[in-house]
């Protein structure tokens, strides 16, 4: 008879602006050798509650709704791009060569903050920057020596020392 899996342990999670790299340990099996181990993982979306990445198990019992390898295949982790503003749940679950899955590791959660918004200003000599709205109200003003400077802006029309600048909603 083929014994279930144990899941993998040590997930973690490694954010950078709208990027994630999932990982996780190596699961174990008596039947089948470590190389032979493939990993199915899902993300779900927290504040909708809606699925990223199917599970294709059930996640309390960790039994298989289908017969294949894991959604990661045999690799230990995952990047993901270009996910919107928001909390997110995951976990992982191993997968032997008869295709039973262990139960799901402990669920881990990791947040997508909102990207800043801003203008970056450079100057070639020593000047005074400005920055006002499309009211004429004045934003920021510095004088700045050769450099670059990033001045945070919610997204909005502004003028920079007379010189329109979009900034636009990041993800």
């Not at 990982?23 to 008596?30: E, F, P, V």
């Not at 045999?74 to 503003?85: A, D, E, F, I, R």
């Not at 909005?156 to 993800?171: A, D, P, T």
Request: hydrophobic letters at 30%; charged letters at 20%; one cysteine or more.
């Amino acid at each position: 008879s083929n014994t279930a899996p144990k899941a993998p342990s040590g997930l973690s999670a490694t954010i950078s602006k709208d990027k994630v790299e999932l990982k996780w340990n190596t699961g174990s099996d008596k039947e089948s050798p470590q190389n032979s181990l493939s990993y199915n993982f899902y993300i779900r979306d927290l504040n909708t509650g809606r699925y990223l990445t199917s599970p294709d198990a059930d996640i309390t019992t960790g039994t298989r709704r289908v017969s294949r390898m894991g959604n990661a295949w045999t690799n230990h982790g995952w990047k993901l791009q270009g996910l919107p503003v928001g909390k997110y749940a995951w976990s992982v679950q191993t997968i032997d060569a008869g295709y039973k899955g262990s139960e799901f590791a402990p669920e881990q959660t990791f947040t997508i903050e909102a990207i800043a918004h801003g203008v970056n200003v450079k100057v070639q000599s020593p000047q005074k920057v400005t920055v006002t709205n499309i009211e004429g109200k004045c934003i920021f003003s510095k004088f700045l020596q050769t450099r670059s400077i990033d001045i945070p802006l919610p997204p909005g029309f502004y003028l920079v020392n007379s010189e329109k600048v979009i900034v636009n909603r990041g993800l």
